[in-house]
């Protein structure tokens, strides 16, 4: 194709309309084209200004053009028709030495009948390359500015932060942008700035548009929050839109606020007048405190010179060049004096004076002068270098000295001496201990050698004058004369430590010797406590009087004192108990030698008033070794243990203390704790054992048992609990359960079974002396709705015997109520036929250790025929306790006893056992 640079050549109309397109999209656009059959170039007019050759010929122009168009022609052979190319090339350089740059824009057609074409238009885009590069600069410009930026910048689009500049990381205490970008901006504002956030945001409704600066808290890192001054602008972000938010740190000037609030404040509320002059001595501020201390408002203050206000010279400039703190006499409005200390600072523009008054302090030490001068305590004041700088009258009245004798003296010229009687060195007195290290010394009690050779007990005490100076300190010395006191307390101290009846050591005094030899840290030999109590000592008192026993008492205490030796503690815990307490080395077998010396010592006969008396005694004696844990209480506790059971054992002798005892007195005292609550927690119960007609041999009653079923223990003998609960009185409050259950129970048992059956309940000694007792047993008869009649209550022969005429009282108001009664247990005591015959009785029950002899004893079945006889003589219906074998069963059948009882007929069992059994006899 022919090159054609001024024609205006037409490839077709077709054609043409594709120039157009391209002239449309390029501003100031050279057409060409290129032939892809045979690389023939037209170009329209201007192409070679274009390329910045002009005047060069055609075929120059024509290589130039296709060595910048050779990239497209390549493209434009692989690339489908009508499919747009473009091409930027750079030129040389410009008019300003930069270079050029012309953009290519071509499409591929194809022609019918011109085949292939590559055609497209060229233009100049130097100037839009430059302005793409300045915004581009720009953007760089604006990221560095914004990176760098002092202030926290972050952006964040649908509630999630986008971008945060390095302040902002700062600000949120965290190194890591990648810990930040993609979170809820939520999280980084503290819950009750959320709310007033976001109104904020919904203000924005324009791109462009800002919020009024606010204050918020954010959210750090490590907890905390800190408080940031905020701007928000609606932006955009890749094209969305967006939330930039300005933050910066106000944490300083928060802090610059709170620090010029409380100076306020303080100017406001201090109790020191702070007076502001300039330097003609106006005043320019007068603060509350001013206006208090002067009774001047700050009203009328203002703008007067400050010496007529307080009616004395302030010469600022002079206070300064002298210390800048003086004091002086100062005159209230009203005229009244005042003391004041004036400090003074200088500032721009004039002075700051700082007016103390004093007034009250200056009174109060005037008045504390004089209520020192007054004090029967004495009282010194001591140096830093330990000389009395001053002393009271009291002072010298107590060291018996002039106060040239005290004041300029040496603290340590007076001898000290402890309550030991060792000399206080002069490091370790009061005064020198205060003095270098400032911790006081309280009520320390010294015997102080006088200047005229007499000894007074002081109680000292030693403070530092003003604890925040550093040592040597000055210090104060007060002490008070208690010589007299002394005397008295130890008086007092010897009558509450020990008896007065025997002079010996009281429980007090017994306790505190046993403690100091248990605690002592050197403890080398085992401590021994022998627990002493007179037997059967109430009979001296009540039969010949509480002289006579008072004698007695001191006669023992001083055989005991004279049975030891000055390494052995005696002493009377009250009554008729003694302790003697020794560390002497005894071994076992000489402990008991010891023990059978002072009994002996002890069942000497004494005469008192004429009366010859023997008293015997029992002894406890416990061994503690070192390294025993128990303390002074135990001892005297495990002692007295030992002691109740030699009594127990026969009485007038000896035993140790060991660990089985322990175990049983531990066990004795936990099961009576236990049964105090055993009645509440249902852990009692009745069994009921069978009581057989002897003729029909049909069950016409039963005798209840109580049963404790322990949590622990399990099932606990009768034997082992009913003696602690008539120990510990416990035994009325069992007694009246005992007899509200099985009177319920019977009664049921009577009704649904239509049997006229009779229950035995047993009664301790203790409730035989209970007053309630026939209330006790009417409620429970008429609570059960069963009659009298159906009850018959067992007491022990023992128990009758203990104190008949009031146990003889008792049963007849139980007789009254329709009760039958028996006793129990017969012929283990002593009663007589005749005795017998006093008692409202019904029953008699023989004890089992006669009826387990039946047919083995000619001699128990004498006796058991002697008792049925006797008690058929005076109409009492017999039962024989403990039978087990048919033998017995026929001989108590052949002598004639009427009931039976025993595991031969059934052994105690729960009511629903019992009512099961078929020999219970019917109405």
């Not at 523009?349 to 007054?374: K, P, Q």
């Not at 925040?468 to 101290?493: G, H, K, M, N, Q």
């Not at 005991?560 to 008729?576: H, I, S």
Request: glycine share 6%; hydrophobic share 40%; net charge negative.
């Amino acid at each position: 194709m022919e090159v054609d640079p001024v024609a205006e050549h037409s490839i077709g109309p077709e054609l043409d309309r594709e120039f157009l397109d391209l002239a449309l999209t390029a501003n100031g656009a050279v057409r060409w084209s290129l032939s892809l059959k045979d690389d023939t170039i037209t170009w329209t007019r201007g192409m070679d200004a274009l390329l910045g050759v002009a005047g060069v010929s055609d075929e120059a122009l024509r290589d130039r053009l296709f060595d910048l168009i050779a990239p497209m022609a390549v493209s434009a052979r692989t690339s489908a028709a009508w499919h747009d190319l473009d091409l930027e090339q750079p030129l040389g350089d410009g008019d300003e030495g930069e270079p050029r740059f012309i953009h290519f824009h071509a499409r591929r057609f194809r022609d019918p009948e011109a085949g292939d074409h590559l055609i497209g238009v060229a233009a100049d885009v130097t100037r839009v390359h430059q302005d793409r590069q300045t915004l581009t600069d720009l953007a760089d410009r604006y990221r560095l500015l914004v990176e760098l930026s002092p202030d926290a910048i972050c952006v964040h689009q649908d509630g999630l932060v986008r971008y945060a500049n390095s302040a902002t990381l700062s600000i949120l205490g965290v190194d890591s942008a990648e810990r930040v970008l993609g979170r809820p901006i939520t999280d980084f504002v503290e819950t009750r700035s959320v709310p007033k956030m976001h109104e904020r945001l919904r203000s924005l409704t324009r791109p462009g548009s800002r919020t009024k600066p606010a204050e918020a808290d954010l959210n750090r890192f490590d907890g905390t929050t800190a408080p940031v001054e905020v701007v928000s602008v609606l932006t955009t972000w890749e094209g969305r839109p967006a939330l930039q938010v300005i933050l910066r740190d106000i944490t300083d000037k928060k802090a610059a606020e709170a620090s010029l609030r409380y100076q306020a404040a303080l100017v406001q509320h201090v109790s020191n007048a702070i007076i502001a002059i300039d330097h003609d001595a106006v005043v320019t501020s007068w603060n509350p405190a001013a206006e208090a201390v002067y009774g001047i408002s700050a009203k009328h203050a203002l703008g007067k010179p400050v010496e007529e206000l307080v009616g004395a010279a302030l010469r600022p400039a002079e206070l300064l060049a002298t210390g800048g703190v003086s004091e002086s006499l100062h005159r209230r409005g009203d005229g009244s004096a005042l003391v004041v200390r004036v400090s003074a600072a200088e500032m721009d523009g004039g002075y700051v004076l700082v007016c103390a008054d004093e007034t009250a302090r200056r009174h109060a030490e005037r008045t504390f002068a004089t209520v020192i001068d007054a004090l029967d305590e004495g009282v010194l004041v001591i140096d830093p270098t330990a000389i009395v700088e001053s002393a009271n009258p009291a002072a010298q009245r107590i060291l018996g000295a002039q106060p040239t004798e005290i004041v300029g003296v040496n603290a340590d010229a007076w001898p000290m001496f402890d309550e030991n009687g060792d000399r206080v060195t002069e490091q370790t007195r009061p005064s020198a201990t205060t003095l270098r290290t400032g911790r006081p010394v309280n009520s320390r009690v010294l015997r102080v050698q006088r200047g005229d050779g007499q000894s007074v007990w002081l109680a000292v005490t030693a403070r530092a004058l003003n604890p925040d100076d550093r040592p040597p300190y000055r210090v104060l010395v007060s002490f008070s004369d208690i010589t007299e006191s002394r005397a008295a307390r130890e008086r007092l101290e010897h009558e509450a430590t020990h008896d007065p009846l025997t002079g010996l050591a009281n429980r007090t005094l017994v306790l505190r010797h046993l403690d100091a030899a248990v605690n002592s840290p050197h403890r080398a030999q085992a401590l021994t406590v022998l627990f002493v109590d007179l037997d059967n000592f109430k009979i001296v008192n009540d039969s010949l009087g509480h002289g006579v026993g008072d004698e007695v008492l001191r006669n023992i205490g001083q055989r005991l004192v004279r049975a030891t030796d000055d390494r052995e503690f005696v002493g009377r815990l009250g009554g008729d108990e003694f302790v003697i307490a020794t560390q002497n080395p005894f071994d076992q077998e000489e402990l008991s030698v010891r023990a059978d010396q002072l009994l002996r010592t002890l069942t000497e006969p004494t005469h008192v008033e004429g009366i010859r008396l023997h008293v015997d005694a029992s002894i406890g004696i416990v061994v503690s070794r070192p390294g025993d844990t128990r303390s002074a209480q135990d001892l005297l506790r495990d002692a007295d243990v030992a002691m109740y059971r030699a009594k127990a054992q026969g009485r007038g002798r000896y035993t140790f203390f060991d660990v089985e005892l322990r175990e049983r007195v531990q066990r004795h005292m936990q099961l009576e704790q236990d049964l105090r609550h055993a009645v509440s927690q249902q852990q009692l119960w009745v069994a009921y054992q069978p009581v057989v007609d002897l003729k029909s041999e049909q069950v016409i009653g039963a005798e209840g048992l109580l049963r404790w079923s322990h949590p622990e223990h399990g099932s606990i003998s009768p034997a082992e609990f009913i003696p602690l609960a008539e120990e510990s009185d416990l035994i009325n409050e069992i007694g009246e359960f005992m007899l509200r259950t099985v009177t319920r129970e019977f009664a049921e048992l009577r009704r649904e079974r239509g049997a006229a059956l009779q229950i035995n309940a047993n009664l301790s000694p203790r409730q035989l002396g209970d007053p309630r007792l026939h209330d006790i047993v009417r409620n429970a008869l008429d609570d059960a709705g069963m009659p009298p009649e159906a009850l018959c209550l067992e007491v022990t022969e023992n128990a009758l015997m203990q104190d008949a005429t009031s146990a003889v009282r008792a049963l007849r108001n139980l007789r009254k109520l329709g009760a039958f009664l028996a006793i129990d247990d017969f012929g283990t005591g002593y009663s007589s036929l005749a005795q017998l015959r006093r008692l409202p009785l019904d029953t008699l029950k023989i004890d089992r250790s006669f009826v387990s002899d039946l047919g083995e004893s000619e001699d128990a079945q004498a006796i058991v025929t002697s008792i049925v006889a006797m008690a058929h003589a005076v109409g009492l219906t017999v039962v024989g306790e403990g039978v087990e074998t048919a033998e017995q069963l026929e001989i108590l059948q052949r002598i004639g006893c009427d009931l039976g009882q025993g595991f031969l007929f059934g052994k105690p069992a729960p009511l629903a056992d019992f009512a099961g059994l078929r020999s219970i006899s019917s109405r």
